[in-house]
């Protein structure tokens, strides 16, 4: 018996969840919660084998709650149960230690036989999160491969950019012309691809 805890705020989505999970008889719904800080606050005694855990929570987010919990009891799994399928979230997710990442709008069968495939030790997702990991991964492989392109001298300027200067100083403080800065940064944006610097700047220094 695989026993399963949901942290849920939307009572009818958290119903019908437990109705799934209920409806196989090799699962076991033994906890549900309506915030992170209620559920942090019994997760070292509770009783499970699997989380499903919702991303957009009132207080403290899903992400956060998993990122700070999963260290504590490694042998738990979380899996995102939720709307969100941005690359971002996705990303996020699984960085602080979710193993699975489905939709809520899954069909009942594909949300039982993922409970069952991250307690086996899979990683399920959704199809449509896994191609969304896909390009995220190729992105960032893509962001990498450009910023390697880059020389000293416009790592030089990034990180000034990146600290406030304007052009103007930068040009003083480098001892060269405006009009070279100019090109340095036209050469910069069309290494990277971007047309602002705001643009430039998250993609070298991305801020989350």
Same mark, same amino acid.
């Not at 799934?20 to 008889?25: N, Q």
């Not at 490694?74 to 939720?82: D, K, N, R």
């Not at 340095?184 to 610097?197: G, N, T």
């Not at 643009?199 to 801020?207: C, I, R, T």
């Given at each position: 018996?695989i ?7 939307d009572p009818?989505?958290c119903?019908?969840?437990?109705k ?6 090799d699962?076991s719904c033994? %906890?549900?919660?309506d915030?992170?800080e209620s559920?942090? %606050?019994r997760?070292?005694?509770l009783?499970?084998?699997v989380?499903?855990?919702?991303i ?8 956060q =709650?998993?990122?700070?919990? *999963?260290s504590r009891r ?9 709307v ?8 996020d997710?699984?960085?602080s230690?979710? =193993?699975?990442?489905?939709? /809520?709008s899954?069909e ?11 307690r ?7 199809a449509q999160?896994?191609?969304c990991v896909? /390009?995220?991964?190729?992105q ?6 450009a910023i ?11 990180n000034?950019?990146d /600290?406030g200067f304007?052009? *103007?100083?930068? %040009? ?10 100019r090109t ?6 069309? /290494? ?6 705001t643009? %430039? ?7 989350s």
């Open positions: 018996m026993r399963v805890t949901i942290v849920e705020d009818e989505i119903q019908a969840l437990q799934v999970i209920d409806s196989s008889e699962l033994v %906890a549900i919660f915030d992170a559920f942090t %606050a997760f070292m005694d009783n499970t084998d989380v499903l855990m919702d957009n929570l009132p207080g403290n987010s899903g992400i =709650t998993v990122a700070r919990l *999963k490694p042998e738990v799994q979380f899996m995102m149960c939720t969100f399928n941005d690359s971002d979230k996705i990303f997710s699984l960085c230690g979710a =193993t699975g990442y489905i939709l /809520k899954e009942p069968s594909e949300i039982i036989n993922a409970i069952k495939e991250i086996n030790g899979g990683s399920p997702m959704s999160i896994a191609r896909v /390009k995220s991964f190729q960032r492989q893509n962001n990498t491969d390697d392109q880059l020389s000293n001298r416009e790592w030089e300027l990034l000034l950019l /600290k304007r052009y *103007k100083e930068i %040009a003083d403080q480098l001892s060269l012309s405006f009009e070279t800065i340095y940064i036209r050469d910069i944006y069309d /290494k990277l691809q971007v047309h602002s610097r643009d %430039a700047l998250n993609k070298v220094f991305p801020k």
